[in-house]
């Protein structure tokens, strides 16, 4: 007597459907309780705030306290975004060598057509040339941006607004309305008791959480005389700047 017995097909198939289902329950379950711990935490509306004189004077004053004047007389900025991403700018000449992994594009901002794209050692001019240039763009205008966004609040096409919290304390809400990846992007910049940025607040398309918070305090002054920061604290990450290197020629 034969005692095997045989599963009928419709079971096998049931049975493989749980097992497919039990493991996307497994794995994005916990995703999901983390994402909504996170939005209930963390998400904040855009705060209003007051356009005109007073904002424009709390901009100017975070530029002071940044020494803006060494910072635009400042020729030459180097540093390494999160180890992945190396940049030397030649900020006077309207150029940027932007390299990562056996890739190198120097950026022209002024002409793009003159921008030049190389693997390795060796100049490149293939097909994909044009989709080199416009990944290194993007790169630099997020890495940058990193580095040196305070200096970018009066950048044509910015909206700023004074917040002033309950407890009276008094922020700087700058709006991108173009230019750039992303315009429409909006950071609420805090500030120290002298004026520096601490940190900023991020309402942008790229994060699906508005009002996160990373940090600007960890700066150093450049041989130029500019303030740059060397890192960020994002969450529980660190954005790191890498050796930043501020020149005057």
């Given at each position: 007597?034969?005692?095997n017995i045989t599963?009928?097909?419709?079971?096998?198939t049931k049975r493989i459907f749980k097992i497919i289902g039990g493991l996307i329950v497994f794995f994005t379950l916990p995703t999901l309780l983390f994402f909504g711990f996170m939005y209930l935490k963390y998400?904040?509306?855009?705060?209003?705030?007051?356009l005109g004189t007073e904002a424009d004077q709390l901009a100017t004053s975070m530029l002071n306290a940044l020494n803006e004047e060494a910072y635009l007389n400042t020729d030459y900025i180097e540093w390494t975004f999160k180890g992945r991403h190396h940049?030397?700018?030649?900020?006077?000449?309207?150029?940027?060598?932007?390299?990562?992994?056996?890739?190198?594009?120097?950026?022209?901002?002024?002409?793009?057509?003159?921008?030049?794209?190389?693997?390795?050692?060796?100049?490149?001019?293939?097909?994909?040339?044009?989709?080199?240039?416009?990944?290194?763009?993007?790169?630099?205008?997020?890495?940058?941006?990193?580095?040196?966004?305070p200096y970018k609040v009066f950048d044509k096409g910015t909206e700023r607004r004074l917040?002033?919290?309950?407890?009276?304390?008094?922020s700087?809400?700058?709006?991108?309305?173009?230019?750039?990846?992303?315009?429409?992007?909006?950071?609420?910049w805090h500030l120290d008791k002298n004026g520096l940025p601490k940190s900023f607040q991020m309402w942008v398309d790229i994060l699906p959480i508005d009002g996160l918070e990373a940090s600007w305090d960890?700066?150093?002054?450049t041989e130029s005389g500019a303030k740059l920061?060397?890192?960020?604290?994002?969450?529980?990450?660190?954005?790191?700047?890498?050796e930043v290197k501020g020149l005057k020629f």
């Open positions: 007597m034969n005692n599963m009928p097909k419709t079971s096998k998400n904040e509306d855009l705060p209003t705030g007051k940049y030397k700018w030649y900020k006077t000449d309207y150029t940027c060598e932007v390299s990562w992994d056996a890739m190198t594009v120097i950026l022209d901002f002024e002409n793009s057509d003159n921008s030049k794209v190389f693997a390795g050692q060796d100049e490149y001019n293939g097909i994909e040339k044009l989709d080199y240039i416009n990944k290194a763009t993007d790169y630099f205008n997020n890495d940058s941006f990193w580095l040196v966004a917040v002033t919290s309950e407890e009276g304390e008094k700087l809400l700058v709006t991108y309305t173009k230019g750039g990846t992303t315009p429409g992007d909006s950071y609420l960890q700066w150093i002054t920061p060397t890192t960020h604290k994002f969450l529980v990450f660190d954005l790191n700047m890498g």
